[in-house]
């Protein structure tokens, strides 16, 4: 039993004295407190701001509200349920209008499969934000860390996979899923086993890690040899296009376009014939940034009901804010969506965003502040797109957009998850709930809903195999690399350079019921012959079920979870 306290206050008259009380750390203690000290220990315990990003939830029910108003603190409570709606809103519309396109364009530009782009540019993507948060924190609780990072592993392969081969069922490349699920437990094995004395070496860290570079090793030689095939199969046209086998073949070389809209619809002055040498450069250029600009969709205004009219209003505001600051490159679009005076804006809207959500705009460089320099870089590269593109075509250089795109949707999934974290977190602590429980269910999946909305949107766009490749890249790379990178900075902060782990009450509930997630669906697959049907989503989903209604149940103490020992 750890015997460390952490300071408490109580109010005598006007000031606040302190006192040492257990778990005072933990944010939850205020239940414990009388009415009266719940703000202030809002106010001043560390625990109750790391649930803060951009707004103090806790400290909007506890202070400003007060939970002695039963009614009004209800309210709020009610109010923050639909702000984190609200968030999935912008969530889904950023992933499906924005994130999907740049992922498509830019695997189609390196000329990469489905599964490659999945495992290496969506994982790295998604789980970015996490891996570099949890590197930055080694001092964090281990206890929280390992019930979140297995648990989003669990909800990402188990309901996110699931819902995947809901939408879109699909045939797996044996060899291909095998890997992918054979090394997911060889890692999951690993830290059961090195965890056991609740000590983590170096050398356990490495193993970890490199577990993930063979991973992203097989992955790649897998690409490499069926493009090679494709290459041998196709040399000079031998091969029908319609043959099923080299279509298979291709599907694992490289990513096909799914074009939804095979009739763009062509609006007058938007477009100039390319015979017409004299038309000038610039015709049609505040029509078509007004055109490009509008936040609401025409035909959705036209034909859908007042609900989705309504529905269309709400999302304006942050639509409006996305079409002016992140390009969209769609190759499915007329001229790959390019909107020369909004990608010109762009160049310069794009970086002081980032500069401001991220807190440096005003960082001095020397003596000048940040948001000055963005500025000055950025006019004349603006001032240059305007005099080499034309209005009616995209420039040669378009595709480099994509790169601000995917900078650009990323930075925003990344600030709203941030917030559906810290709403999820506040819920935890208004309803007293141990930090395991917290971490694999509520953290877990705030900090899994950017992978949720992402791979949900590819799916529903005809990816389904970048969104499930995903599912396991994504997950692998935060075990792997995150647990692995963080446990080895703790060790050096150790002289025997060992890290001292605690899984807590629910770590072996967490990778007892990953590794039953892993097996059922390597399982249903042998039997349905690698065929990705919507039953195994199914499973998969109902699996996950199962291990959180299990952990819940341990939680309230009516069954016993995994791991803990009730021995006299």
Same mark, same amino acid.
């Given at each position: 039993?750890?015997?460390?306290?952490?300071?408490?206050?109580?109010?005598?008259?006007? $000031?606040?004295?302190?006192?040492? @009380?257990?778990?005072?750390?933990?944010?939850?203690?205020? $239940?414990?407190?009388?009415?009266?000290?719940?703000?202030?220990?809002?106010?001043?315990?560390?625990?109750?701001?790391?649930?803060?990003?951009?707004?103090?939830?806790?400290?909007?029910?506890?202070?400003?509200?007060?939970?002695?108003?039963?009614?009004?603190?209800?309210?709020?409570?009610?109010?923050?349920?639909?702000?984190?709606?609200?968030?999935?809103?912008? #969530?889904?519309?950023?992933?499906?209008?924005?994130?999907?396109?740049? *992922?498509?364009?830019?695997?189609?530009?390196?000329?990469?499969?489905?599964?490659?782009?999945?495992?290496?540019?969506?994982?790295?993507?998604?789980?970015?934000?996490?891996?570099?948060?949890?590197?930055?924190?080694?001092?964090?609780?281990?206890?929280?860390?390992?019930?979140?990072?297995?648990?989003?592993?669990?909800?990402?392969?188990?309901?996110?996979?699931?819902?995947?081969?809901?939408?879109?069922?699909?045939?797996?490349?044996?060899?291909?899923?095998?890997?992918?699920?054979?090394?997911?437990?060889?890692?999951?094995?690993?830290?059961?086993?090195?965890?056991?004395?609740?000590?983590?070496? *170096?050398?356990?860290?490495?193993?970890?890690?490199?577990?993930?570079?063979?991973?992203?090793?097989?992955?790649?030689?897998?690409?490499?040899?069926?493009?090679?095939?494709?290459?041998?199969?196709?040399?000079?046209?031998?091969?029908?296009?319609?043959?099923?086998?080299?279509?298979?073949?291709?599907?694992?070389?490289?990513?096909?376009?799914?074009?939804?809209?095979?009739?763009?619809?062509?609006?007058?002055?938007?477009?100039?014939?390319?015979?017409?040498?004299?038309?000038?450069?610039?015709?049609?250029?505040?029509?078509?940034?007004?055109? $490009?600009?509008?936040?609401?969709?025409?035909?959705?205004?036209?034909?859908?009901?007042?609900?989705?009219?309504?529905?269309?209003?709400?999302?304006?505001?942050?639509?409006?804010?996305?079409?002016?600051?992140?390009?969209?490159?769609?190759?499915?679009?007329?001229?790959?969506?390019?909107?020369?005076?909004?990608?010109?804006?762009?160049?310069?809207?794009?970086?002081?965003?980032?500069?401001?959500?991220?807190?440096?705009? @005003?960082?001095?460089?020397?003596?000048?502040?940040?948001?000055?320099?963005?500025?000055?870089?950025?006019?004349?590269?603006?001032?240059?797109?305007?005099?080499?593109?034309?209005?009616?075509?995209?420039?040669?250089?378009?595709?480099?957009?994509?790169?601000?795109?995917?900078?650009?949707?990323?930075?925003?999934?990344?600030?709203?998850?941030?917030?559906?974290?810290?709403?999820?977190?506040?819920?935890?602590?208004?309803?007293?709930?141990?930090?395991?429980?917290?971490?694999?269910?509520? #953290?877990?999946?705030?900090?899994?809903?950017?992978?949720?909305?992402?791979?949900?949107?590819?799916?529903?766009?005809?990816?389904?195999?970048?969104?499930?490749?995903?599912?396991?890249?994504?997950?692998?790379?935060?075990?792997?690399?995150?647990?692995?990178?963080? #446990?080895?900075?703790?060790?050096?902060?150790?002289?025997? *350079?060992?890290?001292?782990?605690?899984?807590?009450?629910?770590?072996?509930?967490?990778?007892?019921?990953?590794?039953?997630?892993?097996?059922?669906?390597?399982?249903?697959?042998?039997?349905?012959?690698?065929?990705?049907?919507?039953?195994?989503?199914?499973?998969?989903?109902?699996?996950?079920?199962?291990?959180?209604?299990?952990?819940?149940?341990?939680?309230?103490?009516?069954?016993?979870?995994?791991?803990?020992?009730?021995?006299?």
């Amino acid at each position: 039993m750890c015997n460390q306290t952490s300071s408490l206050f109580t109010r005598s008259s006007r $000031h606040a004295t302190y006192v040492n @009380f257990p778990r005072a750390d933990d944010c939850s203690y205020l $239940h414990k407190l009388s009415v009266d000290e719940q703000c202030e220990f809002v106010k001043m315990a560390e625990s109750c701001a790391e649930s803060q990003f951009y707004f103090n939830y806790v400290g909007f029910l506890y202070c400003t509200i007060g939970s002695d108003r039963e009614y009004l603190f209800s309210l709020g409570f009610l109010l923050l349920l639909c702000v984190c709606m609200y968030y999935f809103v912008v #969530l889904g519309t950023t992933a499906d209008q924005f994130f999907c396109p740049t *992922l498509a364009t830019i695997a189609k530009t390196l000329n990469i499969s489905e599964a490659l782009a999945g495992v290496t540019i969506l994982a790295f993507g998604n789980g970015s934000p996490d891996l570099f948060t949890a590197v930055a924190n080694p001092d964090a609780d281990t206890e929280l860390m390992f019930s979140e990072l297995l648990g989003s592993a669990a909800f990402v392969i188990g309901v996110i996979g699931g819902v995947v081969l809901l939408i879109q069922p699909f045939s797996f490349a044996p060899w291909a899923i095998s890997r992918d699920l054979a090394l997911f437990v060889v890692a999951v094995l690993w830290i059961v086993y090195r965890t056991s004395d609740e000590r983590f070496s *170096l050398f356990d860290s490495s193993v970890l890690i490199g577990i993930y570079v063979v991973f992203l090793g097989l992955v790649v030689w897998e690409f490499i040899r069926a493009k090679r095939q494709v290459h041998r199969a196709s040399l000079h046209g031998r091969v029908p296009e319609n043959d099923v086998s080299f279509q298979n073949l291709r599907e694992r070389a490289e990513i096909i376009i799914r074009r939804h809209d095979p009739a763009p619809v062509h609006v007058p002055g938007r477009e100039v014939p390319r015979g017409e040498e004299n038309t000038p450069d610039n015709e049609g250029l505040l029509r078509d940034f007004w055109i $490009h600009l509008n936040p609401i969709d025409a035909d959705e205004w036209t034909q859908g009901s007042w609900m989705t009219r309504m529905f269309g209003i709400m999302k304006v505001p942050f639509v409006l804010v996305l079409l002016l600051t992140i390009p969209i490159v769609d190759v499915t679009a007329e001229r790959d969506g390019w909107c020369k005076l909004l990608n010109i804006l762009h160049c310069l809207t794009l970086p002081l965003f980032i500069a401001f959500v991220n807190g440096f705009a @005003f960082t001095p460089i020397f003596h000048v502040p940040l948001c000055c320099w963005i500025i000055l870089v950025s006019v004349p590269w603006m001032v240059a797109i305007f005099w080499t593109s034309r209005t009616d075509r995209c420039p040669r250089y378009h595709k480099l957009f994509t790169v601000l795109g995917f900078l650009g949707c990323i930075q925003v999934i990344y600030i709203v998850a941030q917030e559906v974290v810290s709403v999820l977190e506040t819920v935890g602590i208004v309803l007293n709930l141990s930090k395991s429980i917290l971490g694999l269910s509520l #953290l877990a999946w705030g900090n899994s809903v950017g992978d949720l909305f992402s791979n949900v949107a590819l799916a529903r766009q005809g990816y389904g195999k970048m969104a499930f490749a995903a599912c396991f890249g994504g997950p692998l790379l935060n075990l792997c690399l995150g647990l692995g990178l963080t #446990l080895i900075a703790k060790a050096f902060g150790d002289r025997h *350079l060992v890290a001292e782990v605690r899984k807590g009450v629910m770590g072996e509930n967490c990778e007892v019921y990953l590794l039953h997630i892993l097996s059922t669906t390597w399982m249903g697959l042998l039997f349905t012959n690698f065929q990705g049907r919507r039953s195994i989503g199914l499973c998969m989903i109902v699996t996950y079920l199962v291990f959180l209604a299990f952990s819940f149940l341990g939680e309230f103490e009516l069954i016993h979870p995994y791991g803990t020992d009730h021995h006299p």
